[in-house]
């Protein structure tokens, strides 16, 4: 395939197990840039190893650092903004694109999701002694929110952006009390050691993320998987932080109901407070 000669350059040094993971991704190119390392091991039918072996012999740090590579080479440099965007977009196609990505991840994630998931998580999430929300990067907004929904209604609960806090914070957790980690890639390796941590001191651990098949997803009690159309190279969620977004409202939501009569009492109490300090 044109776009990929680095990977044929280096063909013939690879070993067996490393060809088949060549193979796979030239005849799937544009496929694998929306994979992680466990899709792409079971489609070439190796282990997981074998797929990051593969990315160090073509030079790179590991499978992210390969997929950003493999994604210039094989997409259009446009989509590295925006999936849909085109060259010469004006206001009301930026405003229709964006706004129709968001609401396709919406409706793919309601779609998608693990209902029994949200529902063993909510109810995590009710007995929790105190949660931590913790995110980095663009995630971090998404935690911040969290944990403002939750402290409204009364929850304890604390949020970190910043991985020395939230690893000293972890280390700290009892069982009981409930880490939840936002990424969307799932495969920081930062916050896959924060959920380690806080499961290694009895916490129960949430991961949302955009891929079902990460390391986030396997070490993560609960794992709540969001659904959009972003390419998988891309580091910055848009329109899956939307749909990210939501499930935090969903969880937040349906503790409230859950906790109804301490919810709306606090709810009550924080109106209050803010109402002096309005016009």
């Known amino acids: 395939m044109a776009g990929v000669t680095f990977i044929n350059d280096k063909y013939g040094d690879l ?91 919406i409706q793919s994630t309601l779609g998608t999701i693990d209902f029994g998931q949200v529902e063993r998580t909510i109810e995590d999430l009710c007995v929790a002694g105190k949660i931590i929300f ?35 914070a972890a280390s700290m957790m009892k069982p009981g009390e ?21 499961a290694a001191a009895g916490a129960t651990t949430i991961a949302i993320v955009s891929y079902g098949k990460t390391p986030l997803a396997k070490v993560a009690t609960r794992t709540l998987q969001v659904s959009s159309s972003e390419i998988g190279f891309r580091f910055e969620p848009m329109a899956s932080r939307i749909a990210q977004l939501s499930v935090i409202d969903v969880l937040s939501v349906g503790v409230s109901l859950r906790r109804s009569d301490a919810a709306v009492s606090n709810l009550s109490k924080a109106r209050k407070a803010l109402a002096r300090k309005k016009y």
């Open 15 to 105: 070993r067996k197990s490393e060809q088949k993971v060549a193979d796979s991704v030239l005849s799937n190119a544009e496929e694998v840039i929306h994979f992680s390392v466990s899709q792409l091991a079971e489609l070439a039918g190796v282990s997981d190893p074998s797929v990051i072996r593969f990315c160090r012999a073509l030079g790179f740090k590991g499978f992210q650092d390969f997929k950003i590579h493999l994604a210039q080479s094989v997409v259009p440099t446009i989509r590295n903004i925006h999936e849909s965007l085109t060259e010469r977009a004006d206001a009301p196609e930026l405003v229709r694109m964006v706004f129709d990505a968001n609401q396709a991840a």
């Open 134 to 168: 913790h995110g980095l990067g663009g995630s971090a907004v998404v935690a911040m929110d969290a944990f403002h929904k939750f402290f409204r209604i009364g929850i304890p609960c604390e949020w970190f952006d910043d991985v020395h806090m939230a690893v000293m």
């Open 178 to 198: 409930v880490l939840c980690v936002i990424s969307h890639s799932g495969a920081s390796r930062d916050v896959v050691e924060v959920v380690q941590i806080a």
